[in-house]
């Protein structure tokens, strides 16, 4: 009888972790749909928009069940702000370092960054509107948006450095100055193309960026012109607007 026994329950155990593995897998299934509809929610209506509630209407679940999966509008919060860091890694960074160090992985890394901040003309940007919402709050939601917007601009500044150490810009090339005034940029044209309508802000940022490696160039290089292709969203506001801005990828 004792062995018996124990063949039962050895004979049970691998159905009862596979039951396991496929609740936790339908979870985190779950879990990752709630995020994706507060993403969607996020970029329209800022994170201080989010809501056990509002989120429970979109998703279909109640309110008890999205909750079961954040236990707070914080976390919820937190969550979405790593999945908008995520995906602004896979569109903006990644597909970047495959250009060669330099200026040509600097200029990758901010025709990326503008094909990304065209898209959100139209819907808005989490690192963006999260700065007007949290800028004078403390908590841990505040603390992973500004942890990842200063990720991103620790990558940046890493790709200056390179072309200043590849002598493709000036040896007294501030860095941190110059990721400001690429930053600058991208809040000025998602000021000017969202709030204002500006036509050809586009081109302008472009330019702008033009000028600025113009500025710290060395004398042995010239910055390459390129500017990001024009995506659905810019030529919708061009269409509307009767303007023509001339970009290329």
Known sequence: MPATSESSQASRAPRARSST??????GQQTKAAIVEAALGLATHIG???????????VTGMSKSGVFA???SREELQISVI???????????FYPAMSAERGVARLSALFDNWMKRTSIEIDSGC???????????RTGPVRDALASSVLTWHAAMRRAIEQCKGLGELRVDTDAEQMLFEIHGLILALHYEARFLQTPGSMGRAVQGFQNI???????????PAAAPAATPAVAKRRKVSNQTTTSKE
């Open 21 to 26: 593995g496929r609740a936790l897998q339908k």
């Open 82 to 92: 790593r999945e908008y860091h995520t995906r602004f890694e896979q569109e903006v």
């Open 213 to 223: 490696l113009a500025r710290y160039s060395s004398a042995q290089t010239s910055p």
């Open 69 to 71: 999966h954040f236990g």
């Open 126 to 136: 989490i690192y963006i509107s999260g700065a007007v919402e949290f800028d004078d």
């Open 47 to 57: 994170l201080e928009g989010l809501s056990i509630g509002a989120l429970a209407d």
